[in-house]
């Protein structure tokens, strides 16, 4: 094979061996660098901060390279800007979806109202960001299933993120008895609260008699916990209450109806007299 | 129930005295060891012994036990205190430290006072590239809090300290003392309750009896303050710690903690 064989124009074949050339060189120093990144800053930069340097040094290196070969080719930039706003406006009216993902992607990235890691809610789906894209978002739902979500669903969609705060709070209805002392239930359960790290001293928890049901007092309980652990308090807490309750002899009520027969008057004047 | 309010009150003092001839012995306790070792105090034991070609780590720490084999060359093994912030769960770089009674300070004026902080134990294995951590426990009872709002605040681990006037007479093992500068360069009085430190900027150093910080705290209005810490001992027999956090530095991670959602 002659290597300085004309491909079209000035271009040679070597040329040509010398972009694709230029581009391995390009893919593997960005590949490496990634990695040697994703290494050594793992502990030092979050998840999501982590992929967006990662992908800017990945596509800046190719974007590089691109630049680069275009003289070998014997591109000239100035006639691709104008080349590329006639493509452009083509490709835009071709594939209108595909741009309207893509400039929400853009968006995305700068409000920023997901990051990679975060738990959140788009629309009808709930899980775990995977990963944000320029075109699309991919979720790992609870039960693990891959979702990807086009960008402009997910811009235009409502966002729910449950760990954009750093804190939250859940709470739980708690019915004891009538005859229960309320006022323990309400120390013990505190104490319960206090104990748990993860159940934040401030803002302090809120434990009180919120009503006087028809078969039980209710007492309110409400704690503030870090936004990414509060779910594991959640699923903990509200059986330690119970148990901790019956332990100093508060049950939990029951829904119960006193039935009086019209033809037992004696049966009812002894349990008044009671 | 448990608190975690420092036990250097007055109420406690004499059974700290009493405790202090079983704790004098700290010293021998961090540092550096040679494999095999067994160390035990109150509520807590550690040993590294060998089985076979390998070494068995094992810890006891209120009741959780703890296993670990480790495939060593080097038979070495690094106790210290480190920064107070990875038990139960590493989930800030924030410590709070909030005072038992409020401090008035008055305009321009610069106090020294110790407060107490919780000891959380690092135990390092040597290797040929420096220490690995493969443990972290603690004595204490770990509590977290948010600082500022739930937006624009951040979570921190919770601390309950006296205001002390001299350095006070703790259990290395479970407490440390930080000795905190605090200068008002407002114009006014302020009133201080709380002070929030940035574990990037922790140094920790200890010595037979005592484990240590050196910090300031700068106030700059009603509502604001800046914490930092001081790269110096309180003593100078005291050795510096290994820290976690130091090691994760970067560059642009600022050491400081500016306090600017109240005080």
């Known amino acids: 094979m002659r290597l300085n064989r004309v491909v079209y124009g000035d271009v040679t074949t070597l040329d040509l061996l010398s972009v694709i050339l230029i581009f391995l060189v390009a893919v593997i120093l960005a590949k490496g660098l990634t990695i040697y990144l994703r290494r050594s800053l793992k502990e030092k930069v979050s998840k999501d901060k982590l992929q967006i340097i990662s992908k800017a040094i990945y596509y800046g290196i190719l974007g590089i390279a691109v630049l680069a070969s275009f003289p070998i080719l014997g591109i000239n930039p100035s006639g691709l800007l104008v080349a590329g706003g006639i493509f452009g406006i083509i490709i835009g009216f071709a594939s209108q979806s595909i741009v309207g993902n893509l400039i929400s992607g853009v968006f995305l990235m700068m409000e920023r109202p997901i990051k990679i890691g975060n738990s959140v809610r788009i629309g009808e789906y709930s899980g775990m960001v995977e990963d944000i894209r320029v075109i699309s978002t991919s979720l790992r739902t609870w039960d693990g299933i891959y979702v990807r979500i086009p960008n402009e669903k997910v811009f235009t969609d409502s966002i729910i993120n449950y760990v954009a705060h750093v804190a939250r709070r859940f709470g739980y209805m708690v019915g004891i008895r009538y005859s229960d002392d309320a006022d323990k239930a309400i120390s013990i359960i505190k104490n319960l609260i206090e104990d748990h790290p993860m159940a934040l001293k401030n803002p302090p928890p809120q434990v009180f008699v919120d009503n006087l049901g028809d078969n039980a007092v209710n007492i309110v309980v409400r704690m503030w916990t870090p936004a990414k652990e509060w779910y594991g308090l959640k699923m903990e807490m509200l059986w330690k209450i119970k148990k901790a309750l019956e332990k100093e002899g508060i049950e939990i009520a029951f829904p119960q109806r006193t039935v009086w027969f019209a033809n037992e008057p004696d049966t009812r004047e002894a349990a008044d007299s009671s | 129930m448990k608190t975690n309010a420092d036990q250097s009150s007055p109420r406690s003092l004499d059974k700290e005295q009493g405790q202090q001839r079983t704790y004098s012995k700290a010293g021998s306790f961090y540092g550096r060891h040679n494999l095999p070792v067994s160390l035990s105090r109150e509520g807590f034991s550690i040993s590294i012994d060998q089985v076979g070609d390998t070494w068995l780590y094992q810890r006891e720490c209120d009741g959780d036990r703890v296993e670990k084999k480790l495939l060593t060359s080097i038979n070495m093994v690094l106790i210290n205190p480190v920064e107070p912030l990875n038990r139960p769960k590493e989930i800030t770089s924030y410590l709070l430290v909030e005072f038992e009674r409020p401090l008035m300070i008055e305009p321009g004026v610069k106090r020294r006072i110790f407060v107490t902080f919780p000891i959380e134990i690092g135990v390092f294995m040597s290797s040929k590239r420096g220490f690995e951590i ?130």
């Open chain 2, 134 to 263: 493969i443990d972290i426990l603690t004595m204490q009872k770990q509590k977290f809090t948010l600082y500022g709002n739930p937006r624009t605040g951040v979570i921190c681990k919770y601390w309950k300290s006296s205001i002390h006037a001299t350095e006070p007479q703790v259990d290395p093992i479970r407490q440390g003392v930080m000795r905190l500068n605090v200068s008002n360069v407002s114009d006014h009085w302020v009133e201080v309750t709380r002070a929030v430190f940035n574990a990037f900027g922790m140094k920790l150093f200890y010595s037979t009896d005592l484990v240590a910080m050196k910090a300031t705290m700068k106030i700059l209005g009603k509502y604001m303050a800046e914490t930092d810490f001081s790269n110096s001992p309180l003593r100078k027999d005291m050795t510096n710690s290994l820290e976690l956090y130091t090691s994760r530095k970067l560059i642009v991670t600022a050491p400081k903690f500016i306090m600017e959602q109240g005080i």
